[in-house]
């Protein structure tokens, strides 16, 4: 426990400091809440940051999680190799954010990448896709949507738990497969898709890897990628300013705990347990 919490009581007292990484620890300067009075009023990048990861996550997470059911619902079933074709969808889950993967992915959505060489088959003029700031955001996203196999297992496992009885019942009333997935499947997956939805909003406020090695570590272009975290090792590591980046990083802790807690609070509206009690 202290492994953990030592560091974490240290940040918060560095918070309140103007710590430069370089200077000893008994000779910084304490500064109160200068930092956190800098963050919310005096600093356009941390706004600029908040709204890049915003918009990474409410866009990026859902439509992993809906990747994710899809292709569980198509390999929910007892084909002949579905046992491979799971081991193929997990496989970009197992790399996680790993520094290579994401060179690889440079690579591909560069000007002269292999994505824009598969277009020009097709007679489609590609973009500079990494180097555009309209497009590095969404190339991120389509990176973090591709890794659905994780949810995808877990989807997978609450699917084998649904009773084949309702389905068949529903069939027997004329229910067509739409309406099996959406009075069946959904309720009764409902803990696992909040389970996966909290899971997964968490992991997308947190992307760095990706973002760091398709920006070469500077948000680029034109701060176009400057995820939070990327930024708070900016401002950390790179300016030396680690006061102001533990600061950045309690807050980060506050946000991400707020936005959990608001998940749980409406959860009990749409999550149905089979027991019949809403948590």
Excluded: C
């Excluded at 560091?7 to 500064?31: A, I, K, R």
């Excluded at 994401?102 to 990448?113: E, L, N, Q």
């Excluded at 084949?164 to 069939?171: F, H, I, M, S």
């Amino acid at each position: 426990m202290g492994i953990t919490a030592i560091p974490m009581l240290l940040s918060l007292y560095l918070s309140f400091t103007n710590y430069d990484v370089l200077t000893p620890l008994s000779e910084v300067e304490w500064v109160g809440l200068a930092n956190y009075r800098r963050m919310f009023t005096a600093d356009p990048s941390y706004w600029h940051s908040v709204r890049v990861t915003a918009t990474f996550a409410l866009v990026a997470v859902p439509l992993k999680l809906a990747a994710a059911l899809g292709v569980a619902l198509l390999l929910n079933r007892a084909w002949r190799g579905v046992g491979l074709f799971r081991g193929l969808f997990y496989l970009p889950s197992l790399l996680g954010g790993s520094v290579a993967l994401s060179i690889v992915w440079r690579t591909m959505f560069s000007g002269d990448g292999s994505v824009n060489s598969l277009l020009a088959i097709f007679g489609i003029t590609g973009e500079p896709w990494v180097n555009d700031p309209d497009w590095a955001l969404q190339t991120l996203m389509v990176l973090a949507i591709w890794q659905f196999g994780a949810p995808m297992v877990i989807f997978l496992a609450g699917l084998k738990q649904v009773p084949t009885e309702l389905y068949e019942a529903a069939a027997v009333d004329g229910a067509g497969a739409w309406r099996r997935f959406f009075h069946i499947t959904l309720p009764m997956l409902s803990p696992v898709i909040f389970f996966n939805l909290v899971l997964e909003t968490i992991h997308g406020f947190q992307g760095f890897t990706a973002a760091f090695v398709l920006s070469n570590g500077t948000g680029g272009p034109v701060d176009s990628t400057l995820m939070y975290t990327l930024n708070l090792y900016i401002k950390g590591f790179t300016d030396l300013e680690m006061g102001y980046a533990s600061a950045m990083a309690w807050v980060f802790l506050l946000a991400i705990g707020l936005v959990t807690a608001v998940l749980f609070s409406t959860g009990r509206f749409w999550v149905h347990y089979s027991d019949g009690a809403d948590r």
